[in-house]
């Protein structure tokens, strides 16, 4: 189907930023809409921020103003813009995309998870 490869994790301190990238492979395929959501330890996956294809944006509230998504359709291709950095920003971040693939002329709706990168953010 569509695989999703997350990068650009890592440590960095309270006030900063970091740009999450999110690139989508495999064969005949289209996306709709993408998203990052985020984990943290011991609470459920939360939504971060969606992107259709269109480029309409929405964002949580907890992020809003500090985080910024694009993507890139002719690179399948979503992007994390993470500014002013909080320690409560810390967590797993996952990239999720979903549209259609073919597989000769059938066409199947999917939805892809990526397999997460860690972001971490020191006070």
């Given at each position: ?83 002013s950095l909080k ?37």
């Amino acid at each position: 189907q569509v695989q999703l490869v997350e990068s650009g994790g890592g440590l960095v301190q309270a006030g900063g930023s970091q740009r999450l990238s999110c690139g989508a492979s495999g064969s005949k395929f289209n996306i709709n809409a993408m998203a990052w959501y985020r984990q943290a330890p011991g609470k459920q996956r939360e939504l971060v921020a969606h992107i259709t294809s269109a480029g309409s944006t929405n964002y949580a509230d907890s992020v809003k103003g500090r985080f910024t998504i694009s993507r890139d359709n002719a690179k399948n291709t979503v992007y994390l813009q993470m500014n002013s950095l909080k320690p409560e920003d810390t967590a797993a971040y996952y990239c999720n995309a979903a549209g259609t693939y073919w597989s000769g002329n059938y066409a199947s709706a999917f939805g892809s998870w990526g397999q997460g990168t860690q972001v971490t953010v020191s006070s």
